[in-house]
């Protein structure tokens, strides 16, 4: 059964630094999200995909946050200067417009 | 605001008994209404419901939706120790442009005790 996978599983990263969080979305879908789960909390939607465009985002996507699709699979999302806070979980889902299917998360460290 | 409230925030039950979990929501653009199960790691898809009063099964979990009264409600009978879980009840919400987002509850842990 196809599925979304996401890279790496785990990633630790210093106060400041850029980080790159990797998606493969499955391959006839046509919408993509990136979601983040801190630790304890609420799933958070963070920004929808489609058509090679950002079609909406939240309010925890600010300048700091970039995505992209540099080719016809890979769907990634670009921290620039990583705060303590952007420690969570980060899930990648998409769809061809029905049910999300989601990856199995990048847990992001930051220190 | 858009808003989805899940309760029980916990629950602990044993082996065979019944749960019933609870959903409302205040939502614009309303599309549908998933349930999603988490055990480690990412939310794995339940059910979508977008009509009100038609109840989708598989196996021992069922769920309905109801839009007037904006709630839904998630059953699980029979249960076993790998129904342990927290569940996500997560509202489609369409938006402008393409594409749509879903905004979830807090989530209620299910524990299943042998």
């Known amino acids: 059964e196809p599925e979304v996978t996401q890279t790496p599983s785990h990633q630790v990263t210093q106060m400041g630094q850029e980080v790159i969080l990797r998606c493969v979305p499955i391959?006839?879908?046509?919408?993509f999200y990136w979601y983040r789960q801190i630790l304890g909390q609420k799933v958070e939607f963070l920004v929808s995909f489609y058509n090679n465009e950002i079609s909406e985002k939240s309010e925890i996507f600010d300048d700091q946050f970039s995505v992209e699709r540099p080719d016809g699979s890979n769907f990634t999302l670009k921290i620039r200067s990583t705060k303590l806070e952007d420690s969570a979980m980060y899930f990648c889902?998409?769809?061809?417009?029905?049910?999300?299917?989601f990856g199995p998360g990048t847990r992001l460290t930051v220190t | 605001e858009d808003k989805v409230v899940q309760s029980p925030l916990s629950l602990v039950v044993h082996e065979g008994d019944t749960v019933t979990l609870n959903c409302s929501y205040e939502v614009t653009n309303f599309r549908s209404l998933l349930w999603y199960k988490q055990e480690k790691k990412a939310p794995t898809f339940l059910f979508m419901l977008?009509?009100?009063?038609i109840e989708k099964k598989s196996g021992r979990l069922s769920s309905i939706l109801d839009k007037k009264e904006l709630f839904s409600i998630l059953n699980i009978t029979a249960t076993q120790t790998g129904d342990s879980a927290i569940y996500l009840c997560?509202?489609?919400?369409?938006?402008?442009?393409?594409?749509?987002?879903?905004?979830f509850g807090g989530g209620t842990r299910v524990l299943v005790k042998p």
């Open positions: 977008t009509s009100s009063g």
């Open positions: 997560a509202v489609d919400i369409e938006i402008k442009a393409a594409g749509n987002k879903l905004t």
């Open positions: 889902a998409s769809t061809v417009g029905d049910e999300q299917y």
């Open positions: 391959s006839n879908h046509l919408y």
